[in-house]
């Protein structure tokens, strides 16, 4: 930790905070403006031009009736609970590679990880949106080779679901039953790169003797991980959880490429986020969505201050 | 003391690089090869189908070969984040000098960023000269009276409008000479009808991977909702006896209110029925795909016909390597035992309004330069190429179009659409987000009806609120326009262009007014009409 | 060894040279004094440009040869909407208006006016009694300004606004007609006509209606967009209320003027519903 100066001292240095400066006002013009411009627009009828009308509270007492953004939060706690269940994958793979006794093999396997990040998520999204295609796409191509496809329709027949139907390809993305399960398969097998380089990052600093101690006593390799890897990364997996649920919450850019501005059939996609881009930028009210990104962000602030203090690390 | 003097050189240097570079944003010159300079005119739109780009360029270098110190730079962006790049651009001041109007631009936004241009259009078009519209007013020598470029809410005429454009259904005539056994081409609904039923059986024989439509979330509502306004005609006129037989919003909720239709009234169960029957011959789940894909899947000849507007006809034909023919809609006629019952037949287009429009912004650094472009955009010789090059219909009276945009020229026959559903953005999504019970492999016209019954009314009521706020914000903004008018007509009583405008102003808001309080009464009806119900 | 406090000011020479330098870069030559000018205040009010006309106008407060009631009102009409519009700039602008009213010449019609435009529209929740008792007054006056015989239009659809029972609605407009008589200048006469006829065909009485649309069409519809519309209803009024003449001669305008129009065809199978009921039998 850096020794404290004295005040004399720093005045006297003074002309070195100006290489702070540059930072600070990009921070200032490109983090702290926008969200300061959009709690001032939070309070004013707004189309996003010039005009505009204050009207005090009414945009958050309109938050309050709205059923749709309310519904919403039921898409996004759906999509939250899978996400983390999506992080045991990564995790799964990460204690894989780490137990690798070939340094040169751990290596090749983190290369092979990262190689995928070249790609842009964008683009990873238009296939995945093709996987989709109910009649060109690979995912009911496989499912109709696999022999799958007439379980689906038998499992249907049983349960009333009403979407598998023998000789029609399933619309994943135009069946309103089908919307989450599909925002649920996307990504599959839900190995995250990042994830795993952050898991394999806290595993890597478990020391040895304590794999050695753990083979003398006879633990089993599921036992090593349930009782010695997963605690030592709980750091890391708290991280995680943090940037996951955030990320998740404010995320809409899946549903909107994949579902559309009104979050697609029966509008079962329709999260938070993308009902404030809804707002702004179809329905045009610009003042509302300032509003309700300010109630997402308290949310979301909330749920951060929760993790902190409920997800606590031993150390 | 060399350290401090090497310091000041380093910061001045630092400084003078950063005076220029702010100078060259600030104060852009251009310069063409030779050396001369040049001002540049910006012109962006969204329109990045297959001939407009060329025409443009093409409109350019001609005016350029007539202007040497002016340069076009033509700046296409994706219709997919115009709105959000023309907000940027609009608000951070950088906006290009010509705009196409459209998309992402509300009133407010207009009436802001944009300068009218209703005194130039009220003057003959001096590029007109030579023609039969030398002493015509430019706002006159447009097929629609220019009227797709005037706004109604402002008063004033904002742009200059390119090309006319139509809906209609594109046909792979290769391949239905293999089904038909001749490129004929439906003109009945039932020969329609039956064409489909035909494609499907040569698929199932020839064992081809075929649907007779190509749908998509864009091109499936484009075909049915024309379909379903056709099935309203004869309910619009029963609703608004010895009224104006213009469908609009406020009329629509009041008579929903007043319980005069629903979603299950049967003039609307047949329109559902119709877009269900029609709905059937495009691939399953045609709702989740793009517009691309469906162009993709009648390009690779997976699709007999699509529906989709004139704008795509030069892409399709372009990516096409089969011949590609254009016929109209094929409504139901009045004698059609299934959809006869509601229709009057077919539908007019006379209604409509020439499109591609161009506006001249206030950021612009050359208004003069810009607005003379304007003009020459707007004459009949430019009109000429811009038809001959992208092959969309011309706007301009006079100008002949290409063969290829013959079949996209408006047809004025034929009875007042009917009513839509959803016009707005609650009720389409609202529409849209229930369409699978209408489409779906257990859906019906009944099914959609029921659930649009539980929450179309509130949508468009929330439409209608959100559109009184706007309609609101007119008034008022004309309350001041309209003090400034009367203020300098008291001052300049001889002066009949102003006299002229501020008539206009106060009828239009006079009707504007009535547009107002008609709509806080269809509200008041639908609150009213919500609390009786159990 | 230099003191502390002589190092930095020395050394903020180049800096203080840089930050001019800059400074200076920013300097926006067309912010260089416009001369600003009634006329110009008023144009760009015309153009939406309501933020800087209001500051035109505040600009040439107190300056020589401007009269200062006109100057008054264009500042008061322009903060209607300048942006942000808060309850606060309204009621400085009512205060203002009120002010000026009280004198009887154009910018007192005027600013009476607005202040009934204030209760009707601007405040929250709308003063409608205040409002309809100013535009009554307004009337009486018979200012024979256009804008301000717009009263009589606003009187007349705020008493139908009034009126929830649809069944009576009638009476209050055929009641609203006597307000016509206030009337002195050809916008304000066709205006009000206009819109009562709208209003009682409407409501039912397709006679009254007709009355009134015909004495507007009389008047002179200047507005393409609103001549289509009021001749539309005019013949079709007259033809469910038996009056075929007049329909059928609405209908020859109409499509004579306006043949491109989505309903013309529509208008066309009524007239020859019309025409052949006139024709004699063979």
């Keep these: 930790m850096a020794l404290p100066i004295s005040q004399k001292k720093a005045l006297l240095e003074w002309k070195l905070y100006l290489f702070v400066v540059p930072s600070v006002l990009l921070i200032a013009v490109f983090a702290y403006y926008p969200t300061i411009s959009a709690i001032y627009h939070s309070f004013f009828r707004w189309g996003g031009g010039d005009a505009k009308e204050f009207i005090g509270l009414k945009n958050f007492s309109d938050i309050l009736a709205d059923r749709v953004f309310w519904s919403s939060f039921i898409t996004i706690g759906i999509l939250v609970i899978a996400n983390v269940f999506k992080m045991v994958p990564s995790i799964f793979l990460a204690v894989l590679i780490h137990r690798l006794k070939s340094d040169r093999w751990q290596y090749w396997y983190r290369v092979i990880l990262v190689l995928p990040m070249i790609v842009p998520s964008l683009v990873t999204l238009f296939i995945w949106k093709f996987f989709f295609d109910p009649n060109l796409g690979v995912l009911n191509a496989a499912l109709d080779q696999s022999g799958f496809k007439t379980l689906l329709v038998q499992m249907d027949q049983v349960f009333g679901w009403g979407v598998f139907f023998e000789g029609v390809p399933t619309a994943w993305l135009g069946e309103p039953a089908l919307i989450i399960p599909a925002l649920i398969i996307w990504g599959f097998p839900w190995v995250g790169a990042v994830g795993v380089l952050i898991f394999l990052a806290g595993l890597q600093s478990i020391g040895t003797e304590v794999y050695e101690a753990a083979d003398l006593d006879g633990v089993t390799p599921f036992q090593k991980f349930l009782h010695i890897e997963f605690p030592l990364i709980m750091t890391q997996v708290r991280l995680m959880l943090v940037l996951l649920i955030i990320g998740t919450l404010q995320g809409y850019g899946l549903q909107f490429l994949l579902l559309g501005e009104n979050g697609g059939a029966g509008g079962r996609g329709m999260v938070p986020g993308l009902w404030m881009f809804n707002r702004a930028f179809i329905a045009g009210e610009f003042g509302y969505a300032c509003a309700l990104g300010l109630f997402l962000f308290v949310f979301i602030l909330g749920l951060t201050w929760i993790n902190n203090k409920f997800v606590r690390v031993e150390k | 003391m060399k350290e401090r003097i090497l310091n000041m050189i380093g910061l001045s240097l630092l400084a003078i690089c950063f005076v220029v570079s702010l100078g060259r944003i600030a104060w852009p010159k251009s310069q063409t090869a030779d050396g001369r300079d040049v001002e540049t005119i910006r012109i962006a739109h969204w329109q990045l189908e297959g001939g407009v780009r060329e025409a443009l360029d093409r409109l350019g270098q001609e005016y350029e070969a007539m202007h040497p110190n002016v340069r076009i730079q033509q700046i296409p962006i994706p219709e997919r984040i115009y709105t959000n790049w023309l907000i940027t651009q609009l608000v951070g001041g950088t906006a290009p000098d010509i705009i196409q109007i459209g998309i992402g631009i509300s009133d407010e936004r207009l009436a802001r960023f944009f300068d009218p241009i209703t005194t130039l259009v009220e003057s003959p078009n001096p590029y007109n000269k030579g023609t039969a519209l030398e002493k015509v007013p430019m706002q006159e020598t447009f097929f629609d009276g220019m009227l797709g470029g005037y706004n109604e809410n402002l008063l004033e005429y904002y742009g200059v409008p390119l090309s006319g454009t139509s809906i209609r259904m594109y046909y792979n005539l290769d391949l239905l000479r293999k089904i038909t056994g001749s490129e004929q081409l439906p003109t009945t609904f039932r020969e329609f009808i039956a064409l489909c039923r035909q494609a499907v059986d040569f698929g199932k024989s020839t064992g081809r991977a075929l649907v007779p439509i190509a749908g998509s979330r864009y091109n499936g509502p484009q075909l049915m909702n024309l379909l379903f306004e056709s099935q309203t005609q004869l309910l619009m006129e029963e609703l608004s006896p010895a009224g104006g037989l213009m469908r609009d919003p406020i009329s629509t909720l009041e008579w929903y209110a007043d319980g005069k239709w629903s979603p299950e009234s049967p003039a609307i169960l047949s329109g559902m029925r119709l877009m269900r029957e029609v709905a059937q011959f495009m691939q399953p789940g045609f709702m989740q795909l793009q517009r691309d894909d469906a162009t993709f899947y009648f390009v690779q000849g997976r699709a007999l016909m699509i529906c989709s507007g004139s704008w795509d006809a030069t892409s399709i034909r372009s990516q096409a390597p089969f011949r590609v023919g254009v016929s109209p809609i094929p409504f139901p006629t009045t004698d059609d035992p299934d959809f006869g019952k509601f229709t009057k037949g077919g539908v007019s287009e006379a209604g409509s309004l020439a499109a591609v429009s161009f506006g001249l912004t206030r950021a612009s650094k050359h208004p003069e330069i810009a607005k003379d472009f304007l003009r020459f955009l707007g004459s009949q010789p430019a009109n000429k190429i811009w038809t001959d090059v992208s092959r969309w219909v011309p706007s301009v009276l006079g100008v002949p179009p290409h063969p290829d945009a013959e079949p996209f020229l408006p047809i004025t026959k034929g009875a007042t659409p009917g009513f839509a559903l959803a016009t707005q953005p609650d009720a389409m999504r609202v529409y849209g987000t229930s369409i699978n019970d209408l489409f779906g492999q257990e859906g019906s016209p009944e099914k959609f009806a029921k659930s649009l019954s539980k929450n179309l009314l509130d949508a468009q009521a929330s439409d209608l609120r959100r559109s009184l706020l706007s309609t609101h914000m007119n008034s008022k903004r004309r309350d001041t326009v309209l003090a400034s008018l009367v203020v300098q007509r008291a001052k300049a009583p001889t002066d009949f262009k102003l006299a002229e405008k501020f008539d206009k102003a106060l009828q239009a808001e006079s009707l504007a007014e009535r547009g107002n309080y008609m709509a806080e009464a269809a509200l008041r009806a639908n609150d009213a009409a919500q609390n009786k119900e159990p | ?282």
């Design chain 3, 1 to 282: 060894m230099s003191s502390p406090t002589s190092m930095p000011t020395r050394s903020l020479a180049p800096l203080a040279v840089w930050f001019l330098v800059v400074g200076s870069a920013f300097l926006d030559s067309s912010r260089a004094a416009n001369p600003v000018s009634m006329e110009t205040a008023w144009e760009q009010a015309e153009v939406n440009l309501f933020n800087e006309a209001h500051t035109a106008f505040k600009k040439l407060k107190g300056q020589r040869g401007v009269d200062e009631r006109e100057r008054g009102f264009g500042e008061a009409v322009t903060l209607l909407n300048v942006q942000p519009r808060t309850p606060g700039n309204i009621t400085r602008a009512e205060k203002m208006f009120a002010a000026l009213a009280e004198e009887d010449d154009l910018y007192g019609y005027l600013a009476s006016y607005y202040l009934a435009r204030i209760w009707e529209d601007y405040t929250s929740p709308p003063q409608i009694d205040r409002a309809k008792v100013a535009y009554r007054e307004l009337l009486k006056k018979n200012t024979g300004n256009p804008l301000v015989e717009g009263s009589a239009v606003r009187l007349a659809l705020i008493e139908e606004a009034s009126e929830r029972d649809p069944a009576k609605r009638q009476e209050v407009l055929l009641a609203a007609r006597s307000l016509a008589e206030n009337l002195q200048t050809r916008e304000g006469r066709r205006d009000f006509h206009l819109n009562l006829g709208l209003a009682l065909v409407k409501a039912g009485d397709l006679s009254a209606g007709l009355e009134e649309l015909l004495a507007a069409d009389a008047e002179g519809i200047t507005s393409p967009l609103s001549e289509r519309g009021a001749w539309i209803t005019i013949a079709e009024a007259a033809r469910l209320s038996g009056k075929k003449e007049i329909a059928a001669e609405y209908y020859r305008k109409f499509l004579k003027k306006y043949e491109r129009d989505v309903r013309s065809h529509t208008l066309a199978e009524h007239l020859a519903e019309i025409e052949a009921s006139e024709s004699p039998a063979p």
